[in-house]
T-cell receptor, first 115, second 114 residues
Framework: DAGVIQSPRHEVTEMGQEVTLRCKPI?????LFWYRQTMMRGLELLIY????????DSGMPEDRFSAKMPNASFSTLKIQPSEPRDSAVYFC?????????????FGEGSRLTVL | KQEVTQIPAALSVPEGENLVLNCSFT??????LQWFRQDPGKGLTSLLL?????REQTSGRLNASLDKSSGRSTLYIAASQPGDSATYLC?????????????FGTGTRLTVIP
């Protein structure tokens, strides 16, 4: 398996622009997570999906952030409009969640820079 | 809210040395604890998972211990190698319902000097 695939790996954009980050989870996994990592705050869970349904989005910082999972093999995280404070590395992770085993598989991240 | 702390934030050791990384958490009511490795520019790789009923787990040169009552875990790396250089993060899960309860520490950046 190719693992969790994220795109783009790097994104530089200007404040106010829309940003869309994409994730393809590992085939067969039923849960998908979006995390944000910064030096100041470490890893923060933004939202997670179980069987394509958003279960907990309490970590989404504000209404400018939205996430979708239209099918089991694809998810997007959108920021509109983007702001410099959104600059971070965004990770997608997936797992097969029945009873949580802890085996989270992470993608390599999308590094976002908002100027 | 659960808080996870890792000290030191950075550590440099000469190759071949044994070392210990520390993780502490404020709420002892955890389901499990994991140690992850993160290489620069990469995602996280799970190293060891300790269930709350366990005291330790071993994988090769790595040994992780858990003292739930005192809110502490250690990751022991034997005979360190330059390839061990990475950031190591610990994370605790509050219950078995899902990873939305996964709380990460801020990590220890390890450098093993050849």
């Amino acid at each position: 398996d190719a693992g969790v695939i994220q795109s783009p790996r790097h994104e530089v954009t200007e404040m106010g622009q829309e940003v869309t980050l994409r994730c393809k989870p590992i085939s067969g996994h039923n849960s998908l997570f979006w995390y944000r990592q910064t030096m100041m705050r470490g890893l923060e869970l933004l939202i997670y999906f179980n069987n394509n349904v958003p279960i907990d989005d309490s970590g989404m910082p504000e209404d400018r952030f939205s996430a979708k999972m239209p099918n089991a093999s694809f998810s997007t995280l959108k920021i509109q409009p983007s702001e410099p404070r959104d600059s971070a590395v965004y990770f997608c992770a997936s797992t097969l969640l029945r009873v949580y085993s802890g085996e989270l598989f992470f993608g390599e991240g999308s590094r976002l820079t908002v100027l | 809210k659960q808080e996870v702390t890792q000290i030191p934030a950075a550590l440099s050791v000469p190759e071949g040395e044994n070392l210990v990384l520390n993780c502490s958490f404020t709420d002892s009511a955890i389901y499990n604890l994991q140690w992850f490795r993160q290489d620069p520019g990469k995602g996280l790789t799970s190293l060891l998972l300790i269930q709350s009923s366990q005291r330790e787990q071993t994988s090769g040169r790595l040994n992780a211990s858990l003292d739930k009552s005192s809110g502490r875990s250690t990751l022991y790396i034997a005979a360190s190698q330059p390839g061990d250089s990475a950031t190591y993060l610990c994370a605790v899960t509050r219950d078995q319902t899902g990873a939305n309860n996964l709380f990460f520490g801020t990590g220890t950046r390890l450098t093993v000097i050849p």
